[in-house]
């Protein structure tokens, strides 16, 4: 084999193995990529179907109810505008309450309720997470704009 031939096989193998490096760090990426959406979002039908993403907003007052078995809880998350049902089957965050600020990770189902596996709470009284205080100051602005 020639030398002309030995370089460019060697470099035709060198892109082979970084074409397949590169795939598989672009699958795993995809895999671990996890989207927020508001509630008024989920509403309209942005947020994915069938696939993993964060709902986030204010646990609404009043609808929080505890299941017989202790573990599960049902809950409303609202941006003011829109309300989405939450369901979570674990142990809540400390801060965890009604009026306050909360972020799910989880699924929606095909009957509407958002079945979360993991609920992240505020850890103090000034911290909300940016993209709920964000969907939260638009849909205030889009209420008091609507009106007449």
């Known amino acids: 084999m020639k030398n002309?031939?030995?370089?460019?096989?060697?470099?035709?193998?060198g892109l082979a193995v970084?074409?397949?490096?590169?795939?598989l760090v672009l699958n795993a990426f995809q895999?671990?990529?996890v989207f927020f959406f508001t509630p008024t979002q989920v509403s309209a039908g942005e947020a994915p179907k069938g696939q993993t993403f964060r709902v986030g907003g204010m646990v609404q007052v009043g609808s929080v109810?505890?299941?017989n078995d202790g573990l599960t809880v049902k809950f409303v998350v609202?941006?003011?505008?829109?309300i989405i049902p939450v369901s979570y089957t674990g142990i809540l965050p400390d801060l965890f309450s009604e009026g306050k600020g909360v972020v799910a990770q989880g699924k929606l189902g095909v009957d509407?309720?958002?079945?979360?596996e993991e609920v992240l709470a505020?850890?103090?009284?000034?911290?909300?997470?940016?993209?709920?205080?964000?969907a939260l100051d638009e849909a205030?602005?889009?209420?008091?704009t609507a009106r007449p």
Not at 5 to 13: F, M, N, S, V
Not at 112 to 116: D, V
């Open 122 to 134: 505020k850890h103090d009284e000034n911290y909300m997470p940016p993209e709920a205080q964000h």
């Open 140 to 144: 205030a602005k889009n209420t008091t």
């Open 31 to 33: 895999n671990n990529l």
């Open 4 to 13: 002309r031939h030995k370089r460019l096989a060697l470099i035709t193998g």
């Open 78 to 82: 609202t941006d003011t505008a829109k």
């Open 112 to 116: 509407g309720l958002f079945r979360a």
């Open 18 to 23: 970084f074409g397949i490096a590169t795939a």
């Open 65 to 67: 109810q505890r299941q």
